[in-house]
Structure formats: C-alpha cells, structure tokens
C-alpha cells in the first residue's frame, strides 16, 4: 500500500499547476526601466528580426546557377585590326573571361643554344667552369650547356642554355596597348534556379531589339551589356593601368529574391571589384604566354606572346526566402521568451540599488532555519490548503522606508 501512496502522490504531484505569487512594486524609477527595457526588446524583434532579416521567411541560399559571356567590338592598333578572335580568351566564353590589351612579342623563336638572362646573378660567367653542364634553373630559360658566352653582342657573359632562342628578355618587342577597347563591351548571360521553390530566372527581361541596343548603366540597370571602360570605373581602376600591367577585376551579381512577391521582382544586383594585387610588383597585374607555332625554312618556330589584359571573373550570389509557418513560430516563441529577461533585469536592478533596509526581499523570499528545518523549535504543524480564485498579489508602495 505504501508504494501505491507513493505513485498516487509522484501523479497528483505531476498534475498540480503551480504559478508563482506576484509582487507588486510601485516605484516609478523601477516602472520606468522596465518598460524601457520590454520596449527595447520588442522594437528589435519586430524590427530587425521580423522586418529586416525577415525571420518569417524559409531561406534558400545555395541555389544553381549558369553563365555564359560574350565579349563584342572591334579596334584599330596601327594599321592592324583587331577584332575578338585576336583579343578574347577564352573564345567560347564562361565565368571567367579575358581581353588582351597590350602584348610583348617574342618573334622567330626556334629550338637550339643561346645565352641565358643577364638579370639572372646565377647565371653570369666568366669563364666554362662557371657553368656546370646538365643544371636547370629554376628562375631560367633552359638547361645549361657548360660553356660560358658572350651575351649577344655584349661584352658581358652568361652561362649558354639549350631552349627557344632568342630568349624573350632579351628579344621580345612591345606593342603599343589597345586604348580603344575602353569601349568594347562585354555581354553576360545568367540564370539561376532555387530548387526549394522551384523558381529559375534569367537576367535577360528584356526583348531582344533592347538587349541589342542597350548598354548597362543606372538608367539601364536591366541591360547586361557592359562597357569594359565602366566596369573599371566602378571597380576604381584606371584602365591605362590594366592596359600596362593587366588586372582581375570581379563582377558579382547579387540575387536577393523575396517570393512572397511576384517571381518578376527578382532582380539581379551587379557590383564590381578589383581582386588582384595592386603594389608595384611582377604579380601586381595579369598576364599569361602563348605561342603561335610555324614552319620556317623546313624547321619549326614560334612567335612568342606574353598579354597583358583584363580578366573579368564572374561571381553569383543568391538569396531567397518565402513565408513558412515553422520559422514564424519559432521566432515569436523566442520573442515571447525574451520579454522575461526585463523581469530578470528588473529584479536585478531592484535588489541591488533600491531594496536598502531588505523590505523587498523579504517579501520575494521565504527563509525556514536550519533548527526550524530539524524540529529543534517546537513548532505546531498545520496542513494548510489555500485555493485560491484569482492572482495572489502583494502591494508595496514607494512609502516603504528604505
């Protein structure tokens, strides 16, 4: 019988509701902070949590995405033209795209022994002995021979290399840069697609006779054809720069989608933004060789080009987000939740600084002595039951003497 009383009060127990008794405190100060508080944590929640980072939303950030880019016009260097057959890299277009703008060219290279690079210390000489046969530097042209020769028609010598000859140091010519591409442009096709709600758009809106025609600006933030000149611009470049020493550039386009709206209002945002290195340096820039290969009096030869240009890296970013029921309930059940830390602050506020004399705490706690707990004091126990039909509160005023 006795365990079956234990089991019956454990689920009595577990069945009772218990809500805590509730002091009233009339001091305007601690009235003041209080509600100075709970409006604080109201304005953040329904301002940043619900209305800018819109915690009522399911968010889709990892959506698919394809570009395909096109770079369009043509430029007179000399009496060469130059269209994009001669200035683009790669041809077929993607993510990343080029233009060449100014090149060093390095002509009539064929396979056999000349001197190495005289700005190269480890490779000056004197005599043979200077110059251990076999040895490739890693800095170098080519491998060496062991014989020590004068540089070109300078009286001066280098360790003599088996490679392409004449090497491009000392052979190579430069070519005036392509200014005039500051008005080519460039025309980037994206689509992208948010498999959570099953949503693909494109940045073409607009009808073909437009996308022909236009070109991107703030009047035309819709048109995606882009004037390299103006994407230097915005990237704070100066394109005689990049025309010198070449230059990565980064064009980011920015999907941030709300779908509670008409698919139609989601419209891509496009930034740009250097992203190589700008000190004085050989890697400051960007550049790259390739070589055109020939026949010449029965022996294979190569023109040499080292381009200096600007390469367009296309980057996306996607965001999207729409009403779902589970997010709202969470966040306005941990808005609700943080309403009681302007309780906690309170009584905080209140037993530190205003509750002097202990009048406060004495009624928000009730102490039972260590003899009163052993039974020590005679005491006349009671069992009490005290049901009560509304909110038990205890008043206190601010004529409290403190």
Not at 290 to 316: N, P
Not at 320 to 349: E, H, L, Q, R
Not at 375 to 402: K, R
Request: glycine letters at 6%; proline letters at 3%; aromatic letters at 10%.
């Amino acid at each position: 019988m006795g365990f079956q009383n234990i089991l019956t009060e454990c689920f009595l127990g577990f069945c009772n509701y218990e809500t805590p008794m509730k002091i009233v405190v009339k001091n305007t100060t601690l009235g003041i902070i209080y509600r100075g508080v709970q409006l604080l944590v109201i304005t953040y929640f329904l301002w940043y949590v619900f209305i800018s980072q819109k915690a009522y939303q399911e968010i889709e950030t990892r959506p698919q995405s394809s570009v395909y880019t096109e770079m369009r016009g043509v430029g007179l260097l000399e009496d060469t033209v130059k269209d994009e057959v001669e200035y683009v890299r790669p041809s077929e277009g993607g993510d990343v795209i080029s233009a060449i703008l100014r090149r060093e060219v390095t002509h009539n290279q064929v396979q056999g022994v000349c001197a190495e690079d005289i700005t190269l210390a480890s490779a000056r000489c004197n005599k043979d002995s200077d110059c251990v046969a076999g040895v490739l530097d890693f800095d170098g042209n080519g491998q060496r021979t062991g014989r020590c020769v004068p540089y070109y028609n300078e009286s001066r010598k280098t360790c003599e290399i088996k490679s392409w000859c004449p090497i491009e140091k000392f052979a190579a010519v430069r070519e005036p840069p392509l200014l005039v591409a500051e008005n080519f442009t460039i025309f980037i096709k994206n689509s992208i697609h948010f498999p959570k709600f099953d949503v693909l758009r494109t940045n073409l809106i607009k009808k073909r006779r437009y996308l022909n025609r236009c070109t991107y600006s703030e009047k035309h933030s819709d048109c995606p054809n882009f004037r390299l000149g103006y994407i230097a611009d915005q990237a704070r470049v100066k394109f005689s720069d990049l025309c010198e020493m070449g230059g990565i550039i980064g064009v980011f386009i920015n999907w941030k989608c709300d779908f509670d709206l008409a698919p139609k209002e989601c419209k891509p945002v496009y930034t740009f933004r250097r992203l190589s290195v700008v000190k004085n340096s050989p890697d400051s820039g960007y550049n790259y060789m390739y070589a055109k290969f020939y026949s010449r009096d029965g022996q294979e030869s190569r023109t040499l080009i080292r381009a200096y240009g600007m390469r367009l890296d296309i980057i996306v970013h996607g965001e999207a987000g729409k009403f779902a029921i589970i997010p709202t309930i969470i966040n306005m059940v941990a808005a609700v939740s943080s309403v009681g830390i302007c309780s906690m602050i309170c009584d905080w506020v209140l037993l530190t600084f205003i509750d002097k004399n202990e009048v406060y705490s004495q009624k928000m706690f009730d102490e039972i002595s260590q003899d009163r707990a052993e039974g020590t004091i005679p005491t006349t126990v009671t069992e009490l039951t005290i049901t009560s039909y509304g909110s038990t509160h205890s008043d206190l005023s601010e004529g409290v003497a403190l």
